[in-house]
């Protein structure tokens, strides 16, 4: 028996058909067309982007249809996929209604390019004619329009979509233009499934407008739609493990902060009966409700509808109102009551649980083992990694691990998407939030040297932002950071939390988060409990590109870095303590003993070489002003702490444990590999940015080479002459305990 391979349908191909087909049916053809110089089209007095203005270029006309053409073939082997899938299965109607959407584009797209037909080709037939169009249409007439319900054919898409009341609205700015530089943007579909620039969706320009044109809505359902159609199969048991774990990780911290708030949890249930007609009380009373559901272990028995994710996402937007009331900024202005009284008591509870919030360690080691799994099912009877002849090392194993990751979470490719869209539905979210997006901080190791202990975790940006010029940190942050605040008549030490601030404070889409923290620390209230120090790494220096990529020169480059990683204006701020501590002598003579050491003072670096650079050169400077300030804990923040923090608290933990000849232990394996590969995937649903792993995996590679080369000996010889100097604390030798 002869067996058919069905028509295979890529990602891409159908994402591409979708833009391509969306552009053409958005023209407004009945405006005035002119042709302007070099033959490009304006439309009502607007530029069109690139990709559109090719299209309708006259000289054109033969690629025009040669494009049209494929992307009929692509949606007509969508269909068939489709179809064949269907055939035996119970049909989805959100799936045939994506079906019938994409062929109202097909059907809009072919009357404006017939409109324009005379002016692309002269003796041009029919858009309709075309065979590629004439085998679709029949194909869906016969297959697909049967499983369709009839009134759908006259809905249009952006009339039925569930988060039109979520961001299709817009308020509009005046008549004059904002001059910022963000005003002309937009999101395109590309970048919301590369996850890229996801938090522009929850924040609006300066001109009160969006930063996403409104068929991008339409797309980005159809997109969902499909691909959770055809990769149903494929990915369900990865992305129903995947939605057990990040469940698990809720409750697991909704545990740990009953745990640690017993004692204050047991006097507020001695007298919180007395004062239900109290507001403030009355807050705290729906948040503990929620927490608890959220730190019960679900009963295999009982069916919910809600799961520890969900119920802790209620206790985090409860404790957000309680933080925010006027009883709770009425105790913090006049503390005034005695110690027994219930402001006392609620306030101190609250306490309490921000405390655990945001030093508590809440990512379940156990999720190791569902990493592990995936590891394992990625490189099964895969020839790649077994032919791979390399010597055991931290950055080959954690390269072929990656490598073997993203195999086989590919299918999991909507899941940012999807994560999108699901959040723009609440409406209790209405700017970018991560704590509201369930993105939870959490303490990852502690750094123990001379008798001082540093707690170091990956903290998403504490902030909230509904437009891009303004950002304000959140009152469950500021809360946290009262910890030594004992009321009148008590006084205790201020704990003292160090944010090392990696985003970055020149652009546009993040110098008003960076600002707010920045700003923060001024603020007479928070001076003793909070220092932030901004070190960008998403800059043009930074990432050697732009002026920078051919910087061959080390004596040019060291001048450069040394440059620019003291001004404000390329990205960085450091308080003045720190200023202090580092400028000029320190930078000077570090940069110096990286030169030596680790790349023997050659005079031309490759781009690769340089990166590794600046980040041993962070990794030092860090840790010398981890020494300088001695935190009680350190945070690594960016936007959502994951393709920037990760890497830099990975990297901060391998090179310290690198320096000192420690071999990792078994348990710090599989810390490294939750924190790298598990985090990511509990928090946007999908690997680490390849790049960032790569420039984490590249830095591993110069700092094992540079050992091996030397010998362990001879290398820590060359690290007390050079470095260790630059320290007043063996703070280089510091134990790091997971």
Excluded at 162 to 183: I, L
Excluded at 444 to 465: A, C, M, N, W
Aim: charged residues 25%; aromatic residues 10%.
């Amino acid at each position: 028996m002869r067996h058919h391979k069905s028509p295979k349908v890529h990602h891409s191909s159908i994402v591409q058909a979708i833009e391509t087909l969306s552009s053409i049916a958005e023209l407004e053809i009945d405006s005035p067309i002119a042709i302007v110089e070099k033959e490009e089209i304006t439309i009502q007095k607007s530029p069109l982007a690139y990709r559109t203005v090719h299209w309708l270029h006259r000289k054109n006309a033969d690629k025009i249809m040669r494009v049209v053409k494929e992307t009929f073939r692509v949606v007509l082997n969508y269909l068939k996929a489709f179809y064949k899938k269907e055939i035996s299965h119970q049909t989805q109607h959100e799936a045939v209604e994506g079906l019938v959407t994409i062929m109202e584009l097909v059907g809009e797209a072919a009357k404006k390019l017939d409109r324009f037909s005379t002016m692309l080709q002269s003796d041009a037939p029919s858009i309709t004619e075309l065979a590629e169009f004439q085998e679709l249409a029949a194909f869906y007439q016969r297959k697909i329009a049967p499983m369709a319900k009839h009134e759908s054919f006259n809905q249009l898409i952006q009339g039925v979509l569930p988060v039109k009341t979520a961001v299709g609205t817009s308020k509009r700015g005046g008549d004059k233009a904002s001059s910022s530089h963000s005003d002309h943007l937009f999101i395109d579909l590309e970048t919301v499934r590369n996850d890229s620039d996801y938090e522009l969706f929850y924040i609006h320009k300066e001109n009160g407008t969006r930063f996403f044109d409104p068929r991008l809505l339409r797309n980005m359902k159809l997109v969902s739609n499909f691909e959770e159609h055809f990769e149903a199969r494929r990915s369900d048991h990865v992305s129903t493990a995947l939605c057990q774990w990040q469940d698990t990780q809720s409750r697991h911290c909704a545990q740990n902060i009953v745990k640690t708030s017993l004692g204050k949890l047991n006097e507020f249930s001695a007298i919180a009966g007395h004062y239900i007609d109290n507001e403030y009380v009355m807050l705290l009373y729906r948040s503990l409700v929620a927490l608890m559901l959220a730190a019960q272990e679900p009963a295999s028995s009982i069916s919910h509808t809600k799961g520890s994710a969900a119920y802790l996402l209620d206790f985090l937007k409860f404790l957000r109102e309680l933080t925010s009331s006027h009883g709770y900024q009425e105790y913090i202005d006049h503390p005034t009551k005695a110690y027994s009284s219930i402001d006392y008591v609620v306030y101190h509870l609250v306490q309490n649980f921000l405390e655990e919030l945001y030093l508590g360690k809440h990512t379940p080691s156990e999720v190791v083992y569902f990493i592990d799994h995936l590891i394992l099912q990625g490189k099964e009877d895969e020839d790649e990694f077994e032919n791979h002849h390399i010597e055991p090392s931290i950055y080959s194993d954690l390269f072929m691990d990656y490598e073997a990751l993203l195999k086989v979470c590919r299918p999991l490719s909507s899941m940012p998407l999807l994560k999108v869209m699901n959040s723009l539905e609440d409406a209790d979210i209405r700017g970018y939030d991560p704590l509201l997006l369930e993105n939870l901080p959490s303490t990852l190791f502690t750094i123990d040297y001379q008798g001082h202990e540093t707690k170091v975790s990956r903290l998403p940006s504490p902030t909230y932002q509904e437009s891009i010029e303004k950002a304000s940190v959140t009152e469950e942050f500021k809360g946290f950071l009262r910890q030594g605040f004992e009321g009148v008549g008590k006084a205790a030490p201020i704990p003292l939390h160090l944010i090392f601030n990696l985003q970055d404070r020149t652009s546009w889409r993040e110098f008003a988060r960076t600002r707010a923290l920045e700003s923060l620390q001024n603020q007479k209230e928070f001076e003793k409990s909070l220092l932030v120090v901004t070190m960008t790494k998403d800059s043009d220096f930074y990432q050697q590109t732009g002026p920078y990529q051919d910087l061959n020169q080390t004596e040019l480059f060291i001048e450069q870095l040394l440059e620019h990683s003291i001004s404000e204006t390329s990205g960085y701020f450091y308080p003045e303590k720190v200023k202090k501590a580092l400028f000029p002598q320190f930078l000077e003579a570090l940069a110096k003993a990286i030169h030596e050491i680790f790349f023997a003072s050659h005079n031309v670096l490759t781009k690769t070489q340089r990166m590794d650079f600046v980040e041993l050169f962070y990794i030092f400077i860090q840790l010398k002003i981890i020494e300088v300030i001695q935190p009680d804990s350190v945070s690594f923040t960016c936007k959502d702490a994951v393709d920037l923090s990760i890497p830099s608290l990975s990297a901060l933990f391998l090179v310290v444990k690198l320096i000192n000849g420690r071999a990792l232990s078994r348990e710090e394996e599989e810390f490294v590999r939750v924190l790298l590969f598990a985090t990511p995937l509990l928090v946007r649903g999908r690997n680490l940015f390849s790049d960032r792993f790569m420039r984490l995996h590249n830095l591993l590679r110069t700092v094992e080479s540079t050992i091996e080369e030397l010998g362990i000996k001879e290398f820590q010889k060359e690290l007390a002459i050079f470095i260790s100097p630059l320290f007043d604390s063996k703070i280089l030798s510091s134990a790091l305990k997971i």
